[in-house]
């Protein structure tokens, strides 16, 4: 008799990304509600042990963890067609073993210091009435098309015209993120407030 608590197996397929420098890892388990970036070994190591263990490895450069994804940013110098297997069984043994990907509080910890980041930009009213806009914008057209590509977008600063947004995932250092910005929303954003003269990215 099969037991009926038997999960599916888990499976794994990969995704390119505009960045030809990133691969979408896709799995059939949501393995973290919400958006984990890490670019560097150090926030991977105080925060995911998955991130911790991809980062051990010489050709990986930035893990971006989402929903039922990893999404992989590999160093230049390394082909896809080398190391693209041993990513899938390793991620997939991962996921299989159930072992933790993200640590508890890291959300928290993460909103703590946007929070920071944010509370050092005094919006005034009318600032803050457009930051609110631009935001809720972001929010409901932008993320859910760039997270289809394995990549984030979040809105960092706004300042006399000019929306600074921070790109993560396979959007961070992608050649197509700059067309995406400049024609994508810099246009939605200035159709729907007239406030904006334009969108500019910092590289996460």
Do not use: H
């Not at 995704?15 to 799995?27: A, G, H, R, Y």
């Not at 949501?30 to 890490?38: E, R, S, V």
Request: with cysteine; proline share 5%; hydrophobic share 40%.
């Amino acid at each position: 008799m099969s037991n009926p608590v038997t999960k599916s197996p888990v499976m794994l397929y990969t995704e390119q990304t505009p960045n030809p420098e990133s691969l979408k890892f896709v799995t059939n388990r949501m393995i973290y509600k919400g958006t984990a970036d890490f670019r560097e070994k150090e926030l991977a190591i105080e925060w995911s042990p998955l991130a911790t263990e991809l980062f051990a490895l010489p050709y990986v450069k930035g893990v971006y963890i989402c929903n039922n994804f990893v999404t992989v940013t590999k160093e230049f110098n390394y082909d896809w067609a080398d190391i693209m297997l041993k990513l899938k069984e390793f991620i997939k043994a991962y996921v299989s073993e159930e072992k933790p990907i993200i640590k508890e509080g890291f959300e928290e910890a993460m909103a703590k210091i946007e929070e920071e980041r944010g509370a050092s930009y005094e919006y005034g009213e009318n600032d803050a009435e457009i930051v609110k806009k631009i935001k809720e914008l972001i929010e409901t057209y932008v993320k859910p098309a760039v997270e289809m590509d394995g990549g984030n977008i979040e809105f960092k600063a706004w300042n006399e015209g000019t929306v600074v947004l921070v790109m993560q995932g396979a959007c961070s250092g992608c050649p197509s993120s700059t067309v995406t910005l400049k024609t994508g929303i810099e246009g939605m954003l200035k159709r729907m407030i007239p406030e904006v003269k334009e969108v500019v990215a910092e590289m996460g």
